[in-house]
């Protein structure tokens, strides 16, 4: 499975970003996706990540302000991110995992907020 991640891009604090991740095969084959991202100097951290039943999970500190969803039309993975605060500047990073247990890995999308 390949993953393409897009959306990212440069906001003040306050505003906000939809990232996108299209899967190069049904997501329907997939068990959960799940966003990461890494700030310069620190560990890569789970973001969001949604079950194949539909079931989300979220970092402390996005839930309520971050929304992950899926678009099985389009095959695709989607972070909505609202309220953007600086410290979300990071490199974002979608993830799949298969039903057969492989993990697959999108490029990253730079998502920055300014001050």
């Known amino acids: 499975v390949q993953l393409q991640a897009s959306g990212g891009g440069s906001v003040q604090a306050g505003g906000s970003l939809r990232l996108s991740c299209a899967a190069s095969e049904s997501i329907f084959s997939l068990n959960s996706m799940t966003w990461y991202r890494q700030a310069p100097g620190k560990e890569r951290e789970l973001v969001a990540s949604i079950s194949y039943g539909d079931e989300t999970n979220y970092a402390q500190s996005v839930e309520g302000r971050f929304t992950v969803s899926k678009d099985t039309a389009k095959n695709t993975l989607v972070l909505q991110m609202n309220s953007l605060k600086p410290e979300d500047t990071a490199v974002y990073y979608c993830?799949?995992?298969?039903?057969?247990?492989?993990?697959?890995w999108g490029q990253g999308t730079q998502v920055t907020v300014s001050s």
């Open positions: 993830n799949a995992e298969h039903i057969f247990g492989e993990e697959y």
